[in-house]
């Protein structure tokens, strides 16, 4: 099987929005987490509020991406001549104000904007001097960046479709691999708690089982792995590794795990839309919340 060929000869459909609902894996760890924040979300429609760390790890996400897209496709000198520390700080800086004109008001201090900023530039500078170290040249394709998925998850509900957008996906040509990254921005690292999450860490198992239909990759041949970037690192780490401010982490993704993904995203379409239809159905959504008093996530704001 020619992977690559599978891959690029795959013409994603667009959504019909007359008569499709999407979902993604927002949606179902929400409803998994606390159905009443995902009411309030997605059927009440109410915003969750701007965040500092959302304009963080968008502007992140698009610059480490830009650099990848530079270094595989256009060459190691394109990628070396792009000034990422400034990217970083142009994205991070109009993602805050855009954010601060829809609110009306600043939303951080101007001493956390700088921290965040020379967090960032830290991080940039960092990937930049151990690049080789997490990502290889030789052997390895780009497939794509934001590579999009959109496919009905629940076979009895051909008009509820999962959709979602890859950060990175790669080929190992020497392994025959697909390697599917995820970028994430944090304080200081996942800790075990956040590893063994199955709600946080389900979501690369979800792309790994639905990539693989999308574009007929067998998924056996698929990795997955959470590339995890800190803003903050010990001042006297206890070990070498603590100094690092890159953590990767490669979730269990067999087929056990992958079966309890399909029938957590299952159970949530049958909870939450009418039987076979893309509409929500509010009758069941309310009887589910009466019985629902306290969520499993302790940091849920809804629910304090």
């Known amino acids: 099987m020619n992977i690559i060929e599978n891959v690029n000869k795959t013409v994603v459909p667009e959504m019909d929005w007359a008569y499709q609902k999407n979902i993604s894996y927002t949606q179902l760890s929400a409803w998994m987490e606390c159905p009443h924040r995902w009411k309030q979300m997605y059927i009440d429609k109410i915003k969750q509020p701007p965040s500092i760390h959302l304009s963080f790890g968008t502007a992140m996400h698009e610059t480490l991406q830009e650099y990848m897209e530079l270094m595989y496709n256009k060459g190691q000198q394109h990628a070396d001549q792009f000034d990422a520390h400034a990217d970083f700080q142009e994205r991070f800086l109009a993602l805050y104000k855009a954010d601060v004109d829809k609110k009306g008001e600043h939303f951080a201090t101007q001493k956390e904007l700088i921290e965040f900023t ?29 590579m999009p998925i959109l496919l009905a998850p629940h076979e009895d509900y051909p008009n509820v479709k999962l959709m979602g957008k890859l950060d990175l996906v790669m080929f190992d040509e020497t392994m025959h691999r697909v390697v599917i990254w995820d970028i994430k921005t944090s304080t200081r690292g996942w800790t075990k708690y956040d590893k063994e999450n199955k709600i946080k860490t389900s979501q690369m198992v979800m792309y790994k089982k639905y990539f693989a239909e999308q574009y007929d990759v067998p998924v056996e041949n698929i990795d997955v792995r959470y590339f995890i970037v800190k803003r903050k690192i010990a001042a006297n780490p206890r070990y070498a590794i603590m100094k690092s401010r890159i953590q990767k982490f490669e979730p269990s993704s067999g087929k056990t795990t992958q079966n309890k993904m399909v029938k957590n995203m299952k159970a949530f379409i049958e909870d939450v839309f009418v039987d076979g239809s893309h509409m929500y159905d509010t009758d069941n959504i309310d009887r589910i919340l009466a019985e629902t008093d306290k969520c499993s996530s302790k940091w849920c704001q809804t629910c304090k």
Do not use: A, T
């Open 118 to 146: 020379n967090d960032g530039l830290n991080i940039i500078d960092f990937f930049l001097r151990h690049r080789q170290e997490h990502f290889h040249k030789h052997g390895w394709k780009l497939l794509g960046i934001e």
